[in-house]
């Protein structure tokens, strides 16, 4: 697709903040990741690459998450947004890989940054030029001696290969904490009853629970209550983020409230997780499955809000986004911008004039969605829409600037539809129109759905008010 004059005017008006060096320091880094997935597929046994990528995945996701916890230092940092990324936390590429895919969901980036990691605050703007300064263009992977701080460091801290490659075929095991007594165990990757799997599934040598995936995503989520409980600062995932991008606390701690009283026992304490998971397993359901039949029977609850509430909790990793479903739909994108030539290494494409087009495209792309004339994004305007979303904070600023909404970005086939009883039933005529988009519902492509403007216009702090009003929906949703 070209873009037209008409675009080209609207992008020239628009000045959207996104140089034209990020884009192409963005393009070099897909290449890498491009080349980087294609050794895992090539290391695959040829049966079994759809598989063995879904474990690179999920192993990146987890040393995403070991970087976050050892390496990357906030003590004493009274500002850590302000402090550049040091030569011994360069990410494992991997790890930036994940980084990548992490920030493509800004909203629950964000929120996560703010509440819940201050780690995050260091990547306040993707570390674009910290990874391809690093890299040797012959083999499009790290150069030995310019990663050597970073592998040194990460090596001695965490005992697992810096490579990712070469972690995929020694680091055997990964650390998890037992979710009912909290006792640290080594877990096998592999197997059938190992961590990659959906039958994972191990006995803590210290209490005797039998962990799987669905207590592991119990015990997260009543760690995240009890926490929410005892620091109204910390909220529930998914609860903070207003619809012009502000962090509001101010309603977390009825929400809760209304979950804790839901879940609470005689005494008013929150069942233990074994306990919960005797009383799933005797009404035959998975845990949270359990928990959140029980939560669709709170009053205060609107049930239409229960799957935004425990969008976190469909995996264990600590973040808001599921990261390794978000690997798994940014894959063919990167295979996307790589076989049209534009993050193929040593060649002249895109040229300026290719970029021009793509911000016409992008231009066109936003405007539609003030006009309701919604369109799915190219693969050129979402290059940029992506690169504008590796900087955070512009991007926030910016696009609620512009449309008065933070407009999310969220994998393809994340289930929109659970958002749509609640736009449907919105009519605010002083609305912003925006669009639910799925990939398996046409139906929805050309609804209207509605977000009022003036989120602070419901009263706050009611526990029922909390699901009630309108701005709990806060975050609008743009798949791509
Ligand atoms: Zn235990």
Redesign the pocket.
């Known amino acids: 697709m070209s873009s037209t004059d008409k675009q080209t005017a609207l992008a020239n008006q628009l000045q959207i903040d996104v140089p034209k060096e990020k884009v192409r320091a963005h393009l070099q880094v897909l290449g890498v990741f491009f080349h980087l997935l294609d050794t895992v597929a090539a290391t695959s046994n040829p049966e079994n690459v759809e598989a063995t990528v879904d474990e690179f995945f999920q192993r990146s996701t987890y040393r995403l998450q070991v970087w976050l916890e050892q390496i990357i230092n906030i003590d004493g940092e009274e500002d850590p947004e302000t402090k550049p990324l040091q030569d011994h936390e360069l990410p494992p590429l991997d790890v930036a890989l994940a980084l990548h895919s992490y920030m493509l969901s800004p909203l629950r980036y964000f929120e996560d940054s703010e509440l819940r990691s201050p780690q995050l605050k260091r990547m306040q703007e993707y570390p674009l030029a910290n990874i391809l300064n690093a890299i040797d263009p012959a083999s499009q992977a790290y150069d030995e001696l310019k990663s050597l701080a970073a592998a040194q460091f990460w090596q001695s801290t965490t005992q697992l290969k810096f490579d990712a490659i070469d972690s995929m075929s020694n680091d055997a095991t990964r650390v998890i904490e037992?979710p009912?007594?909290?006792?640290a165990a080594s877990v096998p990757w592999a197997g059938a009853h190992g961590f990659a799997s959906p039958d994972f599934e191990y006995v803590?040598a210290?209490?005797?629970?039998v962990?799987t995936h669905d207590l592991l995503r119990a015990g997260k989520f009543l760690k995240a209550l009890a926490r929410a409980k005892n620091d109204a600062g910390f909220c529930l995932p998914n609860t903070a983020i207003l619809v012009r991008g502000e962090v509001d606390v101010s309603r977390c701690a009825a929400i809760v409230a209304a979950v804790w009283e839901c879940l609470q026992d005689d005494q008013g304490a929150l069942p233990s997780l074994k306990d919960l998971a005797a009383a799933a397993a005797s009404a035959g359901s998975s845990t949270m499955t359990f928990i959140a039949n029980k939560l669709s029977t709170a009053d205060a609850l609107r049930p239409e809000s229960l799957p935004i509430l425990l969008r976190a909790f469909e995996h264990s990793y600590p973040f808001t986004q599921d990261v390794v479903v978000a690997l798994h739909h940014q894959r063919p994108f990167i295979n996307k911008v790589f076989n049209e030539g534009w993050s193929a290494p040593q060649t002249d494409v895109p040229s300026d004039a290719d970029l021009d087009d793509a911000y016409a495209l992008y231009a066109d792309f936003l405007d539609r969605v003030i006009h309701i004339q919604r369109r799915e994004p190219g693969w050129q305007d979402d290059l940029i829409w992506h690169t504008h979303q590796l900087l955070l904070q512009t991007y926030r600023a910016f696009i609620v600037g512009y449309l008065h909404v933070y407009l999310d970005h969220l994998p393809k086939g994340e289930d929109a539809n659970a958002f749509r009883p609640h736009y449907d039933n919105v009519a605010n005529p002083k609305a912003v129109a925006v669009w639910v988009e799925t990939t398996d519902t046409p139906a929805l492509e050309t609804k209207k759905l509605f977000v009022p403007t003036d989120p602070l216009s419901c009263q706050d702090g009611v526990a029922a008010q909390a699901f009630l009003t309108n701005e709990f929906v806060a975050p609008i949703f743009a798949n791509n």
């Not at 009912?180 to 006792?183: L, N, Y």
């Not at 210290?206 to 629970?209: A, T, V």
């Open positions: 037992c009912s007594c909290g006792t803590c210290q209490c005797g629970l962990v």
